[in-house]
């Protein structure tokens, strides 16, 4: 595919994206924990998790007559359906064939065109691409400015929720909610920002490392939320590499586990993208100072899927 012309967010798009998502979703709640670990229960949004903030702040700065159109493992998809459904908005939601059917499922409930396409989640992003070139509007999950500042508005509420320093752990997939709280933090001194991805799927830190949008190898992971590649010329990547302290790994184990820690120790059902941030923490692989803040992204999974990872 080829490469698209995105522009860099700045913190005045923060500002407004906080006008937009302040005045349509109420806060998420902080929930301390004895060991330390607070939860950000991103999971209570009322599709399941942290996209719909991202969806809901992009289609609000679309005009009304442009139709979007946009790839999606799930979570960003019903993000985008029901912010179509809240603002009266038609939309085309593509997702890959091994999308959760969890994620599927609830999409057929909002009136969208659904389209499922091949395999990965390169495939939808491809497919979506080409839809867009025919008049439509490619609303990225990740590369996308009103996205990248609706996900930032969760740093806003923390703001809110935390006093003194803190770190706030996150999961990467795109890199649009860890560019969104990179991005917010740029304005503290008190405030780190880790990003985790899952051994499987590493085309965010790749592409820093190069500092150029790489491939990857992408594997089969629990965490599928977040699996995938990044298109050429992302500006997450930029993003990540200027403002993200410390980028880490998680293994197939270390999410399971963190699963398992979140619904048993916790009380919180989280899919496995949605786990990737506590199970860095468990695993000592994410160094935090001051408050420690965990970002459960989603609970977007079938309950026998659940049952068998945390089994």
């Known amino acids: 595919m080829g490469t698209r012309r995105v522009r860099t967010p700045d913190r005045e798009d923060l500002n407004r994206a906080w006008r937009t998502i302040s ?100 495939d939808a992003e491809r497919h979506a691409l080409e839809l867009a070139a025919n008049g439509a509007h490619f ?78 190898p992408i594997g089969e992971t629990i965490a599928d939320g977040i699996a995938g590649g990044i298109e050429p010329g992302s500006v997450t990547v930029g993003l990540v590499a200027a403002h993200v302290h410390e980028l880490v790994t998680v293994t197939e184990a270390e999410i399971r586990a963190g699963m398992r820690y979140l619904l048993a120790g916790r009380g919180v059902a989280a899919e496995g993208a949605g786990a990737t941030a506590v199970a860095a923490l468990l695993a000592g692989k994410a160094k935090a100072r001051g408050t420690t803040v965990a970002l459960v992204t989603g609970r977007n999974i079938t309950l026998p899927a659940l049952t068998a990872a945390v089994h």
Request: proline share 6%; aromatic share 4%.
């Open 23 to 122: 005045a349509r979703l109420a806060p998420t709640p902080l929930v301390a924990g004895d060991d330390g670990i607070s939860l950000k229960l991103e999971s209570l949004q009322p599709t399941g998790a942290f996209k719909v903030r991202g969806a809901l702040n992009a289609l609000t700065a679309l005009p009304e007559h442009v139709v979007p159109v946009t790839a999606s493992a799930g979570s960003h998809g019903l993000g985008v359906a029901y912010a179509a459904k809240l603002l009266g908005r038609h939309a085309t939601v593509v997702v890959p064939g091994n999308a959760s059917p969890a994620k599927v499922a609830a999409l057929r409930g909002f009136d969208v065109e659904l389209v499922e396409v091949g395999t990965s989640y390169d």
């Open 139 to 216: 609303l990225s999950p990740y590369n996308d400015p009103d996205v990248i500042a609706g996900q930032g508005t969760i740093g806003g509420e923390l703001g809110e929720q935390v006093s003194g320093p803190m770190t706030v752990v996150c999961p990467i997939g795109g890199g649009g909610l860890v560019s969104g709280l990179g991005l917010w933090a740029s304005t503290r001194e008190d405030v780190r920002i880790i990003g985790v991805e899952a051994e499987r799927s590493t085309a965010v830190s790749a592409s820093v490392r190069a500092g150029r949008v790489v491939d990857v």
